[in-house]
């Protein structure tokens, strides 16, 4: 019997993970904890894009006297309730975040989970302007197939900005500045957390992107293609080389592993790097790191979760 490679595997396994995004948004009920509390802000409103749910994570301690950051998260429903999520594995955030807290490595902090797209996943999450230093044929191509003709990363980054953090400084006892607030996510949820860095630096103080997909092309494409295998990752080194906060302003994490479909992203990694080291930055602000034998999952985000975590709120 022919072996079937491991790295199509993974791409197999993508195209399911994509596939469970044309779920509604968000998950069902509110997400259950073990530790501190969930908060659902149901149906938030938007005038950008579509409602959706929004569960706030506090601490067991959270006390309105005190002051604490926000970590904005992307992919909202697979943070917290691994019971609840498609492939039954969660982040887990809130446990490493808790025990970072209680250990004292970090500054309190709150977590915001912000559901995805569902079918308009890659439309929110794939920076409108990459795609505009894209060739035009591949832009046409991208904007038709993957965000079904709606780009709407630029519209999301308003909800977030304009809408999204306003109610949650309002409602919560939070520190408002840059330097309190903070974005994350995985895979193009990383990409469009380093995208809002990028956008709005006078918001945000720090992003982190972990298993970043670079290559932009939806899994359940099939094999790279010159549209989706060059194009789209040289549009996103271009903006990045132009539009990145100056150096040591913001804090900027970038990570991949070995397995599955992070086995396609070093090569793309190191130009991003490279890019960030021409700049001059140094390692109190840019941390890119490689795990071996990691893969492309939640279960592989929850395990080194901490690592991030930490590099953003960490205390001076």
């Not at 396994?13 to 501190?36: K, N």
């Not at 490279?274 to 602000?285: L, P, V």
């Not at 985000?301 to 930490?310: F, G, K, Q």
């Amino acid at each position: 019997m022919k072996r079937i490679n491991p790295l199509f595997l993974g791409i197999l396994m993508m195209a399911a993970t994509s596939w469970s995004h044309s779920a509604p948004l968000g998950l069902p009920t509110q997400p259950v904890v073990s530790v501190g509390r969930i908060e659902r802000l149901e149906n938030f409103p938007s005038r950008f894009v579509e409602a959706r749910p929004i569960d706030v994570w506090l601490p067991s301690d959270y006390s309105a006297a005190k002051r604490y950051a926000v970590i904005y998260m992307q992919d909202g429903e697979g943070l917290f309730d691994a019971g609840q999520a498609w492939n039954k594995q969660a982040w887990n955030v809130h446990l490493a975040l808790s025990r970072l807290m209680q250990d004292g490595k970090v500054q309190d902090a709150i977590v915001v989970g912000i559901p995805n797209g569902a079918k308009y996943r890659y439309s929110e999450y794939y920076p409108d302007k990459y795609l505009s230093l894209a060739p035009p044929d591949v832009r046409a191509d991208y904007v038709h197939r993957a965000q079904w003709d709606r780009p709407l990363a630029d519209a999301y980054l308003r909800f977030l900005v304009e809408e999204l953090k306003p109610a949650i400084d309002q409602r919560y006892a939070t520190r408002r500045e840059p330097a309190g607030s903070f974005i994350m996510g995985s895979s193009m949820g990383g990409m469009i957390s380093i995208y809002a860095l990028c956008e709005y630096p006078q918001v945000f103080g720090g992003a982190a992107a972990l298993s970043t997909h670079w290559v932009g092309r939806p899994s359940g494409w099939g094999p790279p293609e010159r549209l989706q295998n060059a194009s789209l990752p040289l549009a996103a080194f271009t903006y990045l080389q132009r539009h990145l906060p100056l150096a040591n302003t913001h804090r900027v994490y970038m990570d991949h592993g070995s397995a599955g479909l992070d086995a396609i992203y070093g090569v793309h990694q190191k130009i991003v790097d490279e890019i960030g080291r021409e700049m001059g930055y140094d390692s109190a602000h840019w941390q890119s790191r490689f795990f071996e034998g990691a893969g492309h999952t939640e279960a592989d985000w929850s395990a080194r979760v901490e690592i991030p975590l930490t590099f953003l709120l960490g205390k001076p």
